[in-house]
Each structure stands twice: as structure tokens, then as C-alpha cells.
């Protein structure tokens, strides 16, 4: 997706907000308040170009028809020298929330690059082929893009598993690294099944598995 400008990571960031707080996304009047526009026209430009770059769905037949691409921003937040891990995700709640935390790793994030963390426990032996086992943490960095090929922890059937993903004008096709597992592969109809947490960056081997 493209950058987005200062007033649109502003406004963009606003909508994050009011959805956390609210459970609802704001309307376009309530947008033009707190930025003190003098008409909704500039509000609603601002929001086709920020839909334009992928980050918003707009519906404008509805008074609250703005949709969010990606969960908002994070409630629990990443600390300089730990890396928040995340239990049982379900589809519907953003990653972030509280309802998600489970514990936090004491290992710095700079070990695995910048931007935001965070952990998930690897359930299965679908990415053995990647040097992934059952019972690692990995350690993913959030965003809702990753390039074909690449690993990333997706949203599926609201359990968050690891894949690689590959994506064409026709499907969404998330692959295993291991051949005992079939390809899952969805179409563009039901491309909205399919939520992309964040790029795989590393795992922390347990124990059990050393």
C-alpha cells in the first residue's frame, strides 16, 4: 500500500481510535468535528484517497460506512525490552487488544528489526520445511501486506496459522512448507475470509524443542 500523508495517518488514525473506543467506526460529520473542517467535502476527500491507498472501505449509502483494511492500532504495546505474546486469536477482535494478550517475552525487539512485534505459538507441523516446529513462538511484525513467497501469520476459520502467501488477480492461494499439507486456495470471492496479521521475522525455539 501506499504511504499514507501526514493528514491521512492523522485522520486514518482517528477512525483507529474511535472504533477501539466505541466498538464503532465514527461518522464523516463526527470526523469533520474534531478536525474543525468547514464542510464534509474536504472529509470525504481525504477519505477516498485513503481508501484509494488501500487502507479504509468506504460505503456511503451508510452514516458509519467506514470500514477499516486492517485492525487499529495497538492497545497492548510493545515494550523496549520485551515483545508482547498473543493466545488464542479470534476473528473479529483486533490482534492488539487485551482480549488477545497472554504473556510478554522477555527478548529485546530490536533482535528482530524494527517496527511493531509481536508472538504467537506454533500449533502443528505445517512449516517444518522452514525450520518452523510445533511448540515454537514466532515472532511476527505487523502488517496487513506481505510480497508472494513470503511467510506471513494469517487469520483463517479464526485461528491464526503460518503460511506462505501468494496472491493473483484470480486467488489467494496460502502454501505449507511441508508436503504432507494440501495448498489452502480462495478466490477472489472469498479473499474477505483471509485477514493477514504480519510478516514472519524469527521464532524462539521452546525447550521441548532444543
Given at each position: 500500500m501506499k504511504n499514507l500523508t501526514d493528514k491521512q495517518s492523522e485522520i486514518y488514525d482517528f477512525i483507529g481510535a474511535w472504533q477501539m473506543k466505541n466498538g464503532y467506526p465514527p461518522t464523516q460529520a463526527e470526523i469533520c468535528n474534531h478536525f474543525k473542517y468547514g464542510s464534509l467535502n474536504a472529509v470525504r476527500s481525504h477519505l477516498a484517497l485513503i481508501e484509494k491507498k488501500g487502507y479504509i472501505h468506504l460505503n456511503f449509502g451508510k452514516a458509519r460506512g467506514i470500514q477499516l483494511a486492517s485492525v487499529p492500532g495497538p492497545v497492548v504495546r510493545q515494550q523496549e525490552t520485551s515483545i508482547p505474546l498473543l493466545g488464542n486469536i479470534a476473528a473479529g477482535v483486533p490482534i492488539w487488544a487485551e482480549h488477545n494478550f497472554e504473556d510478554r517475552l522477555p527478548i529485546p525487539p530490536s533482535l528482530f528489526g524494527d517496527g511493531e512485534l509481536f508472538a504467537l505459538h506454533v500449533r502443528g507441523d505445517s512449516m517444518t520445511g522452514a525450520g518452523i516446529r510445533n511448540g515454537d513462538i514466532a515472532v511476527i511484525l505487523r502488517r496487513n501486506m506481505v510480497e508472494n513467497?513470503?511467510?506471513?501469520?494469517?487469520?483463517?476459520?479464526?485461528?491464526?496459522?503460518?503460511?506462505?502467501?501468494?496472491?493473483?488477480?484470480?486467488?489467494?492461494?496460502?502454501?505449507?512448507?511441508?508436503?504432507?499439507?494440501?495448498?489452502?486456495?480462495y478466490d477472489m470471492e472469498k479473499i474477505d475470509l483471509v485477514h493477514i496479521l504480519g510478516h514472519y521475522r524469527g521464532i524462539i525455539r521452546t525447550v521441548n524443542n532444543r
Open positions: 513467497g513470503e511467510i506471513a501469520a494469517v487469520l483463517v476459520d479464526q485461528e491464526a496459522t503460518l503460511k506462505r502467501v501468494y496472491l493473483s488477480t484470480e486467488a489467494l492461494v496460502l502454501k505449507s512448507d511441508n508436503p504432507a499439507f494440501e495448498d489452502l486456495k
